[in-house]
């Protein structure tokens, strides 16, 4: 059966073609909001201005003082009726802090996790835009990844780690253990609780923050990715090789965080690196108080690192060319 011809009386109006679709950049994971990968989602404002990451920043830093001023005027009071309290804090500002200790632990850690309400905040109120643009192009966390993501991490580190310990000298025997008898359980208890909060706020704050400031400015993801990395180095007062390895973790996770179009698998991978080290430690297997770390361990690191770079951005679609003019883009 066909189809009737159509009157030539009444041909069909020809419609006007649509203007060419224009997108603002290269290398856009499917889903960016607005066609910008996640290192320039601060131009996603409509009335985005070259000032506008100063603003964020600098609302940033003063939520921050904000909230370590409260911190401490709470712990102060708090130390009034709990003497205990007090001498913790003054131990963990010590230049001989111990990061086994419960409670030095808290103290230390949780300063940083000031840092994520800090960059939320400074992005809605200094930069004008959600505070979910800072964890990823879709506007919020995406939660899904994240059991495999650290299932991932999870198994990487105990092979890596269970080869590094075959070594004559690993990171373990470098300053002996860390698990004191009778604080075991409390301490994996608190770094369960704490740890993983301390990691995302570091993620939030140089991998989000300073990642999408400079991204506003810097078009090549490279920028974005390798500047933050040196201010990432100099909050951890490592020796050379130890320095080496932060950089190294800093490199993977920005690229990551490029390439996946969020902070997820930085996270995930965050937040097991440092929850195993000081579960180690807890037991005696491994020195959170080290200084640096044996040369002969770098190796097994950084193929962590790689290992887990490069299966986990598996998890997420590849970011797309830009479009031809006239094209279009296909979910």
């Known amino acids: 059966m066909t189809s009737p011809n159509p009157s030539p009386a009444s041909p069909t109006p020809e419609l006007p073609s649509a203007p060419p679709l224009a997108l603002p950049d290269q290398d856009v994971p499917p889903g960016a909001a607005g066609g910008y990968p996640y290192h320039r989602l601060a131009r996603s404002r409509p009335n985005y201005r070259w000032w506008h990451p100063l603003t964020t920043v600098l609302v940033a830093l003063v939520v921050l003082a904000v909230l ?84 991932l991490a999870v198994a990487l580190f105990a092979v890596l780690n269970g080869l590094s310990m075959l070594l004559p000298v690993t990171w373990g025997q470098d300053g002996g253990g860390g698990g004191r008898s009778g604080n075991v359980w409390l301490l994996l208890l608190v770094v369960l609780a704490v740890v993983p909060l301390q990691a995302a706020a570091e993620e939030y704050a140089f991998r989000g923050l300073l990642m999408q400031g400079i991204g506003s400015w810097l078009r090549h993801p490279a920028f974005a990715i390798l500047l933050p990395v040196p201010i990432f180095v100099l909050g951890h007062g490592y020796g050379l090789v130890g320095q080496i390895d932060v950089a190294a973790f800093a490199v993977a996770t920005g690229w990551m965080t490029w390439r996946t179009g969020g902070l997820e698998a930085a996270i995930a991978l965050h937040v097991i690196n440092n929850v195993g080290v000081f579960a180690l430690g807890a037991v005696g297997l491994s020195n959170p108080n080290a200084t640096d770390m044996p040369l002969a361990s770098l190796p097994f690191s950084l193929a962590f690192l790689l290992a887990y770079s490069l299966l986990a951005v598996r998890r997420f679609p590849a970011p797309a060319r830009r479009a031809p003019a006239g094209s279009t883009i296909r979910g």
């Open 68 to 151: 370590t001023m409260l911190a401490t005027v709470a712990t102060a009071v708090a130390g009034m009726f709990v003497p205990g309290i007090a001498v913790t804090v003054d131990q963990a500002l010590s230049a001989e802090s111990d990061l086994t200790d419960p409670g030095q632990l808290v103290v230390l850690f949780g300063s940083v996790t000031l840092l994520w309400p800090a960059a939320a905040l400074g992005v809605r109120w200094g930069g004008g835009r959600p505070a979910g643009t800072l964890s990823s192009i879709a506007g919020r966390l995406r939660w899904r990844p994240f059991p495999k993501l650290l299932a």
